[in-house]
């Protein structure tokens, strides 16, 4: 069993930056994509960002040039740096863990951007 853990949410105004980071238990990250996924009130959850075990990224157009997606495999740890932050980033975030077919989500982490 996989358990992600999501830390690093909070409150900023706009403009504004904050580190997110996933730690996963087990030994399957290595091999996993992992994924940043958020969801805003009353919206349906989006795909922030994904990263491959090779560390190919991709990113929603939304976030390009401002959100960096990056993972150290030797501490099974994704980060998401969240620069330029704007008021229409806040959302619960969730990260996401997908492998051969099964799929993982964290708890979520508020991350909230004042204007």
């Known amino acids: 069993q996989v358990q992600l853990v999501e830390s690093g949410g909070g409150l900023v105004q706009a403009g504004g930056s904050l580190r997110l980071s996933c730690a996963a238990s087990?030994?399957?990250?290595?091999?996993?994509?992992m994924g940043w996924y958020r969801q805003a009130p009353g919206k349906q959850r989006e795909l922030v960002a994904v990263?491959?075990?090779?560390?190919?990224?991709n990113y929603a157009d939304s976030v390009k040039g401002r959100f960096t997606l990056s993972r150290d495999n030797a501490k099974n740890t994704v980060y998401l740096q969240m620069n330029s932050l704007k008021p229409e980033d806040t959302a619960v975030y969730y990260c996401?863990?997908?492998?051969?077919?099964?799929?993982?989500w964290g708890q979520g982490t508020q991350v909230t951007v004042s204007s």
């Open positions: 996401n863990l997908r492998v051969v077919g099964v799929e993982y």
């Open positions: 990263i491959t075990s090779s560390g190919r990224t």
């Open positions: 087990g030994s399957i990250f290595s091999i996993a994509i």
